[in-house]
């Protein structure tokens, strides 16, 4: 295979009828570590909404067991990439999504910005960072993965395109970012985990995740802006790394999240059905978009 193999066969593929398809490979073959990356910021700019940031820190799930949440968060959405919609392991993916989201008062609004973040933060990322940038037919694809994805989840008034989904982030972060204590204390615990992976070199990791954070996220949280030089360095060494990847022989074989070495919390593995929490459901928590019974190929 040539390095833009990959991205040859996207453009063979129908964006809206292979969307599937073509997210795995961008985020499987094509970007893995980029995509892990991005999805943490995506994850991590959400805490700047109060009432998103708030209720993290009410469950305590971000504070006082943030591994866990890391690794339920990321292995459950690996989940749905890995099985699709309708295999079993995705179906039961989101059913315990919607169990959990389901237990505890939160508005279309709220989720809908969250969906948001994936669609929009990955695409800026390789902008910035990646070994090159989506094309216009991957981000169709993404765009309609995620709005798929919102439509299992029960979540309305779905953005349709990347353009749309663009939009919805940026207005919304606009009309709702603003200080809490207890989101504050949301990122802190985050910043501590991300920078714990790495040892000794953890207050090196601390002040090069804080370089990668905008303006605006950084006056959310009442964080001290990174000096000009940090932010160069850091920035520069991420487009450094892109200049090596691009050079790389294309992966043949998919890298999946569950791969990754920050999922720490199953050492001897996992099944699908029993990550996450399992509060007190308001509901039932089911998809709410019909199934043939039994498991189906993704």
């Known amino acids: 295979m040539r390095r833009y193999d990959w991205l040859k066969e996207i453009r063979r593929l129908d964006p809206e009828r292979d969307f599937l398809t073509i997210y795995r490979i961008i985020a499987t073959h094509e970007f893995p570590w980029d995509i892990t990356r991005a999805l943490e910021l995506a994850l991590y700019r959400t805490y700047a909404v109060p009432s998103i940031g708030r209720l993290l820190a009410r469950t305590a799930e971000l504070t006082d067991r943030t591994q866990k949440r890391y690794d339920d968060t990321a292995?459950?959405?690996?989940?749905?990439?890995e099985h699709g919609f309708d295999g079993e392991d995705g179906r039961t993916a989101i059913r315990r999504i919607n169990q959990m989201h389901r237990s505890y008062d939160i508005s279309n609004d709220d989720m809908r910005y969250v969906l948001c973040t994936f669609v929009?933060?990955?695409?800026?990322?390789?902008?910035a960072y990646g070994w090159r940038p989506l094309s216009a037919p991957e981000r169709a694809a993404v765009a309609a993965y995620y709005r798929t994805l919102g439509r299992h989840m029960g979540i309305?008034?779905?953005p349709q395109t990347y353009e749309d989904f663009e939009r919805c982030l940026d207005s919304y972060e606009e009309a709702h970012f603003g200080w809490d204590e207890d989101a504050r204390r949301v990122s802190d615990a985050t910043l501590d985990l991300m920078a714990g992976w790495y040892g000794p070199l953890a207050p090196v990791v601390r002040g090069a995740s804080?370089?990668?954070l905008d303006d605006t996220l950084l006056a959310a949280f009442r964080y001290d802006r990174p000096g000009p030089a940090v932010r160069k360095a850091v920035r520069g060494a991420l487009k450094l790394r892109a200049r090596v990847v691009?050079?790389?022989?294309?992966?043949?074989?998919?890298?999946?999240?569950?791969?990754?070495?920050?999922?720490?919390?199953?050492?001897?593995?996992?099944?699908?059905?029993?990550?996450?929490?399992?509060?007190?459901?308001?509901?039932?928590?089911?998809?709410?978009?019909?199934?043939?019974?039994?498991?189906a190929a993704s």
């Not at 292995?75 to 990439?81: E, G, H, Q």
């Not at 992966?251 to 199953?266: F, L, M, V, W």
Request: charged letters at 25%; aromatic letters at 8%.
């Open 210 to 212: 804080m370089a990668l």
């Open 246 to 295: 691009r050079l790389l022989p294309p992966r043949r074989t998919p890298h999946y999240a569950r791969q990754n070495p920050e999922i720490k919390g199953y050492p001897k593995g996992f099944r699908v059905a029993e990550l996450g929490t399992f509060p007190a459901a308001r509901s039932t928590g089911g998809c709410p978009v019909p199934h043939q019974e039994g498991p």
């Open 120 to 127: 929009v933060v990955p695409k800026r990322w390789l902008d």
């Open 75 to 81: 292995l459950l959405l690996d989940a749905v990439l």
């Open 156 to 158: 309305t008034e779905l």
